[in-house]
């Protein structure tokens, strides 16, 4: 089970910080990745970590402004979101897969129920 938090309503150019919270299966056996869906298009990706969370990988929309972390003890991820802006406003669902691939939604095996991020202009 993953239980994804942290969104709200920020303005542009501020910060957030969402969390997965996960349980019920060992952490570290996961890819663990974010994704977003914005109002009228496709959820796409965001961003992903490797098992061990020595890898990591981003969207170019993203890159250079979020950063995703993980914590194996605490079976915790997160995407520190910096210098938002208005198209970030989306609901970001946390991902865990078995797979090596991160890019593709059929690569994640459980998904959490996702959290509002709204970005004011």
């Known amino acids: 089970q993953l239980q994804a938090s942290g969104g709200g309503l920020v303005q542009a150019g501020g910060s957030l910080r969402l969390s997965c919270a996960a349980s019920g299966r060992p952490f570290s056996d996961y890819v663990m990745g974010w994704f977003r869906q914005a109002p009228g298009k496709e959820r796409e990706f965001v961003a992903a970590i490797s098992r061990s969370g020595g890898s990591t990988y981003y969207a170019d929309s993203v890159k250079g402004r979020f950063t995703i972390s993980r914590d194996n003890a605490k079976n915790t991820m997160w995407l520190l979101m910096n210098s938002l802006k208005p198209e970030a406003t989306a609901v970001y669902y946390c991902?865990?897969?078995?797979?090596?691939?991160?890019?593709?939604?059929?690569?994640?095996?459980?998904w959490g129920q996702g959290t509002q991020v709204t970005v004011s202009s």
């Open positions: 991902a865990a897969g078995r797979r090596d691939s991160y890019l593709f939604e059929k690569s994640y095996d459980y």
